[in-house]
């Protein structure tokens, strides 16, 4: 959801103004949907981001916290199950490259003239990269058995797995010894 903003451009949901800003530390609670920052659809909770402002006269950080959720398939044995998501991530802005203090947190060079910060890109990013590599429902599933394909979360197959690799077979008997 955009809203109209000042010079007639677009203003999203997540758009902070910055134009009247004290120096010193100021909170704002901004809440967006996932649709609103461009999520798929297995984001299902409603983003709560917290972000925090230092100013001075130089330049303005930013830490941003963010809380969401949704429904994931699990990459063991591919069931659809709920998790939370939390990420969170600083940002430098300033408005001449060359006045660059921090300490390696992201830095991204705004205009003098600018009114306002767009946090939705940004937030988008971070949930994503705030997934787990392995989506697991939980850390002890059990999987898929690879040759009947039953849910091993939900009982013992049938299936034998006691078969070795026959090229193993020389280092078995150095192991049974």
């Known amino acids: 959801m955009e809203r109209e903003g000042i010079q007639g451009g677009t203003v999203s949901v997540l758009s ?19 649709e609103e920052v461009g999520l798929d659809s297995r984001f299902t909770k409603e983003l709560q981001i917290e972000a925090t402002l ?46 660059v203090e921090g300490d390696g947190e992201e830095v991204q060079v705004i205009s003098t003239d600018s009114t306002h ?5 940004d937030v988008r990013q971070f949930v994503i990269l705030g997934l787990p590599q ?19 979360n939900l009982g013992k197959c049938d299936c034998r797995h006691d078969e070795t690799d026959a090229r193993w077979s020389e280092l078995q008997k150095i192991l049974k010894n």
Request: proline share 2%.
């Open 16 to 34: 902070i103004n910055i134009s009247k800003l004290s120096e010193g530390t100021h909170h704002h609670s901004l809440k967006a949907t996932p």
């Open 54 to 99: 230092q100013k001075t006269s130089r330049q303005l950080y930013m830490r941003v916290e963010i809380k969401t959720g949704g429904v994931f398939t699990c990459d063991r044995c591919l069931e659809e199950f709920e998790q939370d998501i939390s990420s969170g991530y600083g940002v430098m802005f300033v408005s001449d490259q060359d006045a």
């Open 117 to 121: 910060v767009d946090l939705a890109e």
């Open 134 to 152: 392995k989506m697991l429902c939980r850390e002890e599933c059990a999987g898929l058995c690879p040759t009947c394909g039953s849910n091993l």
